[in-house]
């Protein structure tokens, strides 16, 4: 079983739209998660990192589900320069390993 | 601006020769470093965990004599892919973890290997 499982999309949505994602994590040990951000051929970039209590960055919100075991990530008002696959991360502290999602494509159309 | 440095970017080789990625962390010191490898539309696969002064954690099925890691300082770790085979083109990516707080890993710009 992958320790993170994420829907790879994609996702085509239209600009202005409201986009979600989610990421389901199977190690209840798990103790940080954060989303990424990846551009095509490029290295993915932290976008933000999700808080017990959630927490938002403008248009992005990131919630976490200790009890169901997943993470998600909320767009608003997309934007044609949000086209990019999100990853979700997960942080084992004991191994401070890392295992990321395969990641979600997403693609604002005009 | 960036916080670890990932050098070469772009390499292409011919089949049978070794190719040596290095990877920086520029204003701190990582005494973990992470060697990813990337495949077209396809996620970033853990190769190993590169500890300073001790051997690297290689992930299952990733040969360790195959890719060679050096992490000699707290600022520096080398992957070394040796005889390298056109199966081993791919895109690897390092990071480093920066304690504060929460573990947030940062990445190298990643190097994109082409093996002919």
């Known amino acids: 079983r992958k320790e993170v499982e994420q829907d790879p999309g994609p996702f085509n949505v239209p600009e202005g739209a409201t986009v979600a994602f989610n990421c389901t994590y199977s190690n209840s040990a798990s103790q ?5 951000r990846q551009d095509c051929r490029k290295e993915p970039k932290l976008l933000m990192s999700v808080y017990s209590s959630g927490n938002e960055d403008g248009r992005f919100t990131a919630q976490l589900n200790r009890a169901s075991q997943y993470i998600s990530l909320l ?13 979700c991360a997960v942080n084992i502290f004991a191994g401070n390993q890392f295992y990321f999602g395969t990641g979600t494509s997403l693609t604002v159309i005009p | 601006g960036a916080v670890v440095s990932q050098h070469p970017s772009w390499v292409i080789c011919k089949s049978g020769t070794s190719v040596k990625i290095e990877c920086r962390s520029l204003d701190f010191q990582a005494t973990t470093m992470f060697w990813y490898r990337q495949f077209p539309k396809q996620s970033l696969m853990l190769m190993a965990t590169s500890n300073e002064g001790s051997k690297a954690t290689y992930e299952q099925g990733v040969e360790k004599d195959k890719f060679l890691i050096n992490h000699a300082s707290l600022t520096l770790s080398t992957l070394t892919v040796t005889s390298a085979h056109p199966e081993d083109s791919s895109f690897y990516i390092c990071s480093a973890t920066r304690t504060s707080g929460k573990n947030i890993q940062y990445f190298g710009a990643g190097t994109r290997l082409s093996v002919l």
Request: net charge neutral.
């Open chain 1, 32 to 36: 940080s998660f954060f989303w990424y």
């Open chain 1, 75 to 87: 767009i608003r008002d997309s934007k044609l320069s949000d086209s990019a696959t999100y990853l």
